[in-house]
């Protein structure tokens, strides 16, 4: 049997790798499949295990207040270091971008084992946008052995960079697999969050959800963010904004201090998974700086304005299914009102083919490895 050891840290990871854990396990005639969690998220992280219904193997539970880059490095290199000598898998899977992708990659070489990385050949080609995320994903190729591209514009740069044809395949974008799954299974579920989320959002007005947490946006970035929002819900007291704010206090400062008394924007606690995939469904449009919501909202008919200047996911650039607005609020005003009031346009962003694949990138993973 092939051993396999999946590793992730951070509730976007968890998302995107609960598919692949679960087309592995299907698969335990061929592979002995363990999961290893960082826990670089704790609360957010074990809300995704809990809904996919994941046991991790190996738990690091390294997460700490005042968390820094530095710290929490040297933790997850260490801390890997028995779970890789207790296993020995012959493949390590690490996913996208994150402080426990680089680190973890870091650690597979040490032991030798093979890097599987998932969700590779994002780029923006400026190492401080975003940070640190752009350089953990180029250094992790450097070390991978095995590459999924979620689209062919990755596995071009890939390329680029002179990884050799034979270890790069595309798959679409795993985190499509996870919202098909999650889609018809919040249509079952019944918790508090969603009962909350029930109470409070008004069907008879077009919603617009707003997510944001980036630290290139910190500052005057999310004050230029809560202007822009506080036009949109004056300009259009017909409209709803909710907002799940980051607990961030450089996020939850200015937005609590800027948008708390208008009307016609809620501001609530960050949302579980499910919880969120159902305001997903129910939204209209979409305003974030999340990469993995670019992903999603096209699935669900959902038009993005992407709160960043630059972004490592051209596919829905180039698709229409998303326009990147920065942090200019002009510009976030302008293009929220295009979508409000050109019903056009709205359709015409709205039914557009997702570039991110067709929920069956596990299965296409799962046959690569087979082959290797």
Known sequence: MKKNLIIFGTRPEAIKMAPLVKEFNKNNLEFETRICVTAQ??????QVLSFFEIKPDYDLDLMKSDQNLYSLTSDIITG?????????PDYVYVHGDTTTTMAASIAAFYSGSKICHVEAGLRTHNKRSPFPEEINRQLTSRMADFHFAPTTASQDNLLVENIKPENIIVTGNTVIDALLESVQKVDHVENEEIKFLKSIVDSSNKVILVTGHRRENHGQGFINICGALKEIAIQHPEVQIIYPVHLNPNVKGPVYGILSNISNIKL???????????????????ITDSGGVQEEAPSLGKPVLVMRDTTERPEAVEAGTVILVG???????????KLLMNIEHYQHMSALHNPYGDGKACQRIVEFIRRN
Do not use: G
């Open 268 to 286: 609530i606690d960050p949302l579980a998974y499910p919880a969120f995939v159902w305001l997903m469904k129910q939204s209209y449009l979409i």
């Open 41 to 46: 998220h704790r609360e957010m992280l074990d």
């Open 327 to 337: 942090t200019d609020k002009d510009k976030i005003v302008l293009e929220a009102n």
């Open 80 to 88: 890997l270091k028995f779970v890789l000598e207790d296993f020995k």
